[in-house]
């Protein structure tokens, strides 16, 4: 069993455990469009509407709360600029660009894999 860094509060971290910090992260990082707005800012740096246009079938709302929640556990960066009219920029942060190599295997699984994943739904829909 790995050693696992404690929580604030001294206690080991259990994504398993509801209340848990590190079950929140996991919900965070696993939610699919933090994936995807990962991915695309993996390429530099977008502005809100660049996000928005490339990732398909994102409501405004959707989009807006996933970035403050990227935002808040650090992974992104809200740059806002004095310009009329007004101009925000995201990035990711260092601890972002950490997650790289997770989602975009994640990513790459999925591409990979989409084939067997559909040939398995339609044997499982045919029952």
Same mark, same amino acid.
């Given at each position: 069993?790995? #050693?696992?860094?404690?929580? &604030?509060?001294?206690? *080991?971290? =259990? %994504? /398993?455990?509801?209340?848990?910090? @590190? $079950?929140? %992260?996991? #919900?965070?990082?696993?939610?699919?469009? @933090?994936?995807?707005?990962?991915?695309?800012?993996?390429?530099? !740096?977008?502005? /809100?509407?660049?996000?928005? *246009? $490339?990732?398909?079938?994102? &409501?405004?709302?959707?989009? +807006?709360? !996933?970035?403050?929640?990227?935002?808040?556990?650090?992974?992104? +960066?809200?740059?806002?600029?004095? @310009?009329?009219?007004?101009?925000?920029? /995201?990035?990711? +942060? #260092?601890?972002?660009? &950490?997650?790289?190599?997770? %989602?975009?295997?994640?990513? &790459?699984?999925? +591409? =990979?894999?989409?084939?067997?994943?559909?040939?398995? $739904?339609?044997? /499982?829909?045919?029952?």
């Amino acid at each position: 069993m790995r #050693d696992l860094p404690m929580e &604030s509060g001294g206690v *080991q971290p =259990n %994504v /398993y455990a509801r209340d848990c910090g @590190s $079950r929140q %992260v996991l #919900d965070r990082i696993g939610d699919r469009w @933090s994936v995807l707005v990962v991915l695309i800012l993996a390429e530099g !740096t977008k502005r /809100y509407g660049e996000l928005a *246009q $490339r990732i398909e079938g994102i &409501s405004q709302k959707m989009l +807006t709360q !996933t970035l403050r929640g990227l935002e808040r556990d650090g992974l992104v +960066t809200r740059t806002a600029h004095a @310009s009329v009219p007004p101009r925000v920029d /995201y990035a990711l +942060t #260092d601890l972002g660009r &950490s997650l790289l190599d997770l %989602v975009a295997g994640l990513e &790459s699984w999925a +591409t =990979n894999h989409l084939a067997e994943v559909e040939a398995a $739904r339609a044997r /499982y829909d045919a029952r």
